[in-house]
């Protein structure tokens, strides 16, 4: 059996965007909740510049932000955790709320699940349930690595399964953090300036990168990951 090719994509700015005045209305919730629940606290993520950040991450800015101290934040992570998760669950009715496809991605997720020689999954900083069901049809300055480490559990997931092995492996992302990340995690690196950054600054983060416009031309990608 041929060796597998995993492609991995992160979720915000590369897949979805926010929209309209309830942008990305249940994530956000999701976490006033949790501030509320855990701190007591009457608060919401812009506060900070969260932009590229684990959620754990963005927890964390948002709390030390106003004052708590870093060490009594990551205390009670996991209580904010899963207090976002429960609310998430509790209302995921709304999860498409102010978030939309951007143009070309239903288009390549369809074409790779077509194919029996590609395996794609998501490296996201969302929480998992968070994560996977928007996508269903502590060095704040080096959080990137988390995501390295996600990229390469996604290789060891996929390994633990497939008798034929994994072959090459290629992250898709919209910022610095992504393509960091891609690299970090032995894969190779796609950049996509569908979010705030732009091919120079995708370029200069990852130096080796591949960097795309955007995903319309499903053709044209399915060639940067070898599978034309």
């Given at each position: 059996?041929?060796?597998?090719?995993?492609?991995t994509f992160?979720?915000?700015?590369?897949?979805?965007h926010?929209?309209?005045?309830?942008?990305?209305?249940?994530?956000?919730a999701?976490?006033?909740?949790?501030?509320?629940?855990?701190?007591?606290l009457?608060?919401?993520?812009?506060?900070?510049?969260?932009?590229?950040?684990?959620?754990?991450?963005?927890?964390?800015?948002?709390?030390?932000?106003?004052?708590?101290?870093?060490?009594?934040?990551?205390?009670?992570?996991?209580?904010?955790?899963?207090?976002?998760?429960?609310y998430f669950?509790?209302?995921?009715?709304?999860a498409?709320?102010?978030?939309?496809?951007?143009?070309g991605?239903?288009?390549?997720?369809?074409?790779?699940?077509?194919?029996?020689?590609v395996?794609?999954?998501?490296?996201?900083?969302?929480?998992e349930?968070?994560g996977?069901?928007?996508?269903?049809?502590?060095?704040?300055?080096?959080s990137?690595?988390?995501r390295?480490?996600?990229?390469?559990?996604?290789?060891?997931?996929?390994?633990?399964?497939?008798?034929?092995?994994?072959g090459?492996?290629y992250?898709v992302?919209?910022?610095?953090?992504?393509v960091?990340?891609a690299?970090?995690?032995?894969?190779?690196?796609?950049?996509?300036?569908?979010?705030?950054?732009?091919k120079?600054?995708l370029?200069?983060?990852?130096p080796?990168?591949?960097?795309?416009?955007?995903?319309?031309?499903?053709?044209?990608?399915?060639?940067v990951?070898?599978l034309s």
């Amino acid at each position: 059996m041929a060796a597998l090719k995993i492609v991995t994509f992160d979720v915000d700015g590369t897949l979805i965007h926010s929209v309209g005045p309830r942008s990305n209305y249940l994530h956000k919730a999701a976490f006033t909740a949790a501030f509320k629940e855990v701190f007591g606290l009457d608060t919401h993520i812009d506060v900070v510049k969260h932009h590229g950040s684990t959620d754990a991450l963005i927890l964390l800015k948002v709390l030390v932000h106003h004052g708590v101290p870093l060490e009594q934040a990551a205390a009670k992570l996991p209580e904010m955790q899963a207090a976002m998760v429960a609310y998430f669950e509790a209302n995921k009715q709304l999860a498409g709320e102010g978030l939309e496809l951007l143009p070309g991605v239903l288009p390549l997720l369809e074409a790779l699940a077509a194919r029996q020689d590609v395996a794609v999954g998501l490296v996201t900083g969302n929480l998992e349930p968070i994560g996977w069901d928007y996508c269903n049809p502590a060095n704040v300055e080096e959080s990137w690595r988390d995501r390295a480490e996600f990229v390469r559990i996604a290789a060891q997931k996929v390994e633990a399964t497939r008798p034929g092995g994994v072959g090459a492996r290629y992250h898709v992302g919209d910022a610095p953090m992504d393509v960091q990340a891609a690299v970090g995690g032995g894969a190779q690196a796609i950049g996509v300036c569908t979010g705030i950054y732009t091919k120079q600054e995708l370029s200069e983060a990852a130096p080796g990168a591949v960097v795309l416009d955007d995903l319309t031309d499903t053709a044209g990608v399915l060639k940067v990951l070898g599978l034309s």
